[in-house]
């Protein structure tokens, strides 16, 4: 019923940036929070960034100043800017979206398949 596609991930040296997209599709009455999780080899999967359809953001401590996330409410977007890349930011980030399908429909839970980021020098 709702896809969720990431795009933009790839190898980046130390230091470096880029920004990863995400775009919902489907049948989409209305999407509450927004967020990027990411999981690297042998742990568990860690919120990144969260915002709101009003537009307040939460970060994990450990990209806060590094990383911002932005939404585009009418095209269903979901954007992750990623900078000064150090090499533990190295995961597989997941688009992740509280969808409500039609008006009187609960909110679900739903995941994009990941994109690959990589920091290596």
């Known amino acids: 019923q709702v896809q969720l596609v990431e795009s933009g991930g790839g190898l980046v040296q130390p230091g470096g940036s880029l920004r990863l997209s995400c775009a919902a599709s489907?049948?989409?009455?209305?999407?509450?929070?927004m967020a990027w999780y990411r999981q690297a080899p042998g742990e568990q999967r860690e919120l990144v960034a969260s915002?709101?359809?009003?537009?307040?953001?939460n970060y994990a401590d450990s990209v806060k100043g590094r990383f911002t996330i932005s939404r585009d409410n009418a095209k269903n977007t979901v954007d992750l800017q990623l900078s000064s890349l150090k090499p533990e930011d190295t995961a597989v980030y997941y688009c992740?979206?509280?969808?409500?399908?039609?008006?009187?429909?609960?909110?679900?839970?739903?995941w994009g398949q990941g994109t690959q980021v990589t920091v290596s020098s």
């Open positions: 992740h979206a509280l969808v409500r399908t039609r008006l009187t429909s609960p909110t679900n839970s739903y």
């Open positions: 915002i709101s359809t009003s537009g307040a953001t």
């Open positions: 489907g049948r989409i009455f209305s999407i509450n929070v």
